[in-house]
């Protein structure tokens, strides 16, 4: 069990929560952060830091960075994300509990996973509505918005973790509120498209 539970716990869903959003930047951010020293990864993520990881991570953002900004190109790459962050979220949070036992492994994976698929969801479930309302650089600030988030949540972790806690309990709570309106407008884009798409011919 590490020395600092309540920062174990923080950073174990810290984690799985910026890995749903961009799983590069919160490789990077615990990669470069543990190598400079500013944080402890438990043995079984510290491979995080390994430079060959930083590097393809690194490269990954930048191509996520641009995608992220155009689009049609954003929406399919979230697609694509949900067979890649949601596992990574709980294969990390597997890794992290590797001193606690395998029975607790399983558990924080199962946590973790959930919180990867909750923030990757609302992340991506948001963008489509944000395509579609076609409101002039819409989609460049929530990009930009979500990056932030990740880099100062992963922050808080390590560094006050009370407050992540918190902000993590006030997030469940909004996505809470935000997934039914998500729901509403997804099936209003799809409807709309449908009728483009499927005009019956006139008679």
Known sequence: MPDNVLQYIALNLGLSWASGINLYAAILMMGVSHNAGFVELPAGIDYLSNPLVLLVAGAMYVVEFFA???????T????MHTFIRIPAAAFMAYGAAEAMGPEMQLVLALIGGGFGTLSHATKAGSRVLISASLIPGARQAASTTEDLGVFGGLWLAVAHPWVFLCFLG????????????????IKKVFGFLRKIFYKQPNT
């Open 76 to 79: 399919a790459w979230d697609t």
């Open 170 to 185: 006030l997030f469940i709570l909004f996505v809470i509120w935000l997934i039914p309106k998500i729901w509403k407008g």
């Open 68 to 74: 992220d900004k155009i689009p049609v190109v954003d």
